[in-house]
């Protein structure tokens, strides 16, 4: 058996094959051809610089840092990924229970769309608290008309906000004058007995 493996394959025919020659002698110092043990040599050099320019030490074993699974980011969508602001607000106000209130500020800010011009040229919420939306009128008539549509307000802001979210209507006419202005203002009653 010999020392180059191609000589034991046989070959199509069932011989084996010649094994090759190196050109060695003075015709290979004529042509200039290195010999293959020395380029061999300098492959394996080169490649150790480079190894050691990228900061590997050849015969070490190589250490690989690991990454825990949700650091890897893949075509599909995960917890990583950028989210829509609108769907984190919606989910922010569902954690917190903020629905009712919100859906309920968005109706008071569309105030005119739900009441209609009339009513809102006359009429304007001032508050809600747990259910109870405290409306305003400009004058005690308008507060008697809008206290006789309540019901229908009532059906009209549960058709925008949901059931059981506004469940009470106060209607309140103008404010009358407020004594309690002025740089000189004295704590207490007020000027109660002047109305006899």
């Known amino acids: 058996m010999s020392d180059d493996p191609r000589q034991d394959v046989p070959g199509e025919d069932g011989v084996p094959p010649p094994a090759p020659r190196e050109l060695t002698g003075p015709l290979a110092e004529q042509i200039g051809l290195t010999p293959p043990a020395e380029v061999a040599k300098a492959a394996l050099n080169r490649a150790r610089a480079a190894a050691a320019a990228r900061g590997f030490r050849p ?3 190589v250490r690989r840092r690991e990454q825990p699974a949700d650091h890897r980011s893949g075509p599909a969508r995960d917890g990583r990924d950028p989210a829509l602001l609108g769907d984190t607000l919606s989910r922010l106000a569902a954690e917190r229970g903020w629905t009712p209130e919100l859906s309920v500020g968005g109706v008071l800010g569309r105030w005119r769309d739900v009441v209609g011009d009339q009513v809102a040229d006359h009429c304007e919420p001032e508050t809600f ?4 939306l405290v409306v305003r009128t400009d004058s005690t008539t308008w507060a008697t008309q809008v206290r006789l ?11 925008e906000v949901g059931a059981d979210v506004v469940r009470e209507v106060k209607v309140l006419g103008p404010s009358g004058p407020q004594w309690g202005k002025g740089r000189r203002r004295v704590a207490g009653r007020g000027p109660r007995d002047t109305y006899g």
């Open 59 to 61: 015969g070490q074993p």
């Open 129 to 132: 608290e747990d259910g109870l």
């Open 149 to 159: 549509l309540v019901p229908q307000l009532l059906a009209r802001l549960e058709q």
